[in-house]
């Protein structure tokens, strides 16, 4: 039972490790893109063909578009770990190929664009943050910056690495590969405006489901990592998380706003929608770049304690 239980803990250790030391090389993307665009062409092609009618109705075919994207992303996952493990060291490429679906180097290069760009100027650090968060960025200040990098190296902490590792761990490649699909959904559809409000429904709602343990998970990794600080932040996390908009976000937000002694989040703008968001942690709102670079040796402490779960489970595996 217990190596049943921990039976894909060997291939979400390699797979760490694989995208940990290589990430996704450049020249393949230039080639042939990168898996998560494959899932936004094919969540843009079924939104094109279905997003229509009355508002019941566009919500009906929101579920089954997210029902037929969760069934294809798992028949291709099994399909594919099948043809793979039936290889001799198949768990090898088996990795390669699960290791796409990880973030670990990427993250941390485009934040830490940020810090470099700010220490050039004021505008390219906006442009720097612009290409990894949402908001408006043409009036941030530099503490808007630094906040903006930090919040979304905490978020995608939990979304883009221990989420999928996560349900790597649990489901093998299908898990990590329904999850992608379903995280992409709701980064392209799951928003309240008038075109995805009703057909993002489905998809924007299963997201929160499948992220609520892991968004708990990068919490605690965030607060083992933050040293002397991490009573602090899992404190503030546990305090403060459900002020956040989303039901998960403010998790790993929380974590690292107390882990720094920042308040990050507050109000912001999505361009002409302003957000009134709430303030996490209690610490000095003015951020600076070198926030930005501490925040990034906690991920990289965090980081680690993932890889030490994961390799403690696959060790437990072959018991």
């Known amino acids: 039972m217990l190596a ?3 039976a894909h803990l060997p291939l979400t250790l390699l797979a760490l490790a694989f995208e940990g030391a290589f990430g996704y090389p450049p020249a393949l993307l230039a080639r042939i893109g990168h898996p998560v665009v494959w899932i936004g062409a094919a969540i843009s092609a079924l939104e094109t ?27 291709l996952g099994v399909l594919a770990e099948r043809a793979l493990l039936a290889l001799p060291f198949g768990l090898f490429p088996l990795a390669l190929l699960a290791s796409t679906l990880l973030a670990q180097r990427s993250l941390h290069a485009h934040v830490a664009d940020v810090a470099r760009a700010l220490s050039v100027s004021l505008e390219d650090g906006r442009i720097a943050v612009g290409r990894i968060v949402g908001r408006d960025v043409t009036k941030l200040d ?21 989420a999928p590792a996560l349900w790597m761990a649990l489901l093998g490649l299908p898990g990590a590969l329904a999850y992608k699909t379903v995280n992409t959904a709701d980064s392209m559809i799951g928003h309240r405006s008038p075109r995805y409000l009703e057909f993002g429904w489905a998809s924007a709602r299963f997201d929160d489901l499948v992220n609520l343990p892991a968004s708990r998970m990068s919490a605690g990794l965030i607060a083992l990592a933050a040293e002397g600080n991490g009573r602090i932040a899992l404190a503030t996390a546990l305090r403060e998380a459900r002020k956040h908009a989303s039901p998960n976000a403010g998790w790993p937000e929380a974590a690292m706003a107390g882990a720094l002694g920042l308040k990050l989040g507050g109000p912001r703008s999505y361009g002409e929608t302003q957000v009134a968001g709430a303030w996490l942690g209690d610490g000095r709102a003015e951020a600076n770049r070198d926030d930005i670079w501490r925040a990034l040796a906690l991920y990289r402490r965090a980081l680690a304690g993932l890889w030490l779960i994961a390799a403690l489970g696959a060790l437990a595996s072959l018991l």
């Open 4 to 6: 049943a239980l921990f």
């Open 142 to 162: 530099e503490a808007g910056v630094a906040r903006a990098a930090i919040e979304s190296l905490a978020e995608n902490f939990s979304d883009g690495i221990v």
């Open 49 to 75: 063909r279905l997003n229509e009618g009355p508002p019941a109705a566009r919500r009906v075919r929101g579920v089954a578009a997210l029902a037929a994207l969760l069934t294809g992303s798992l028949a």
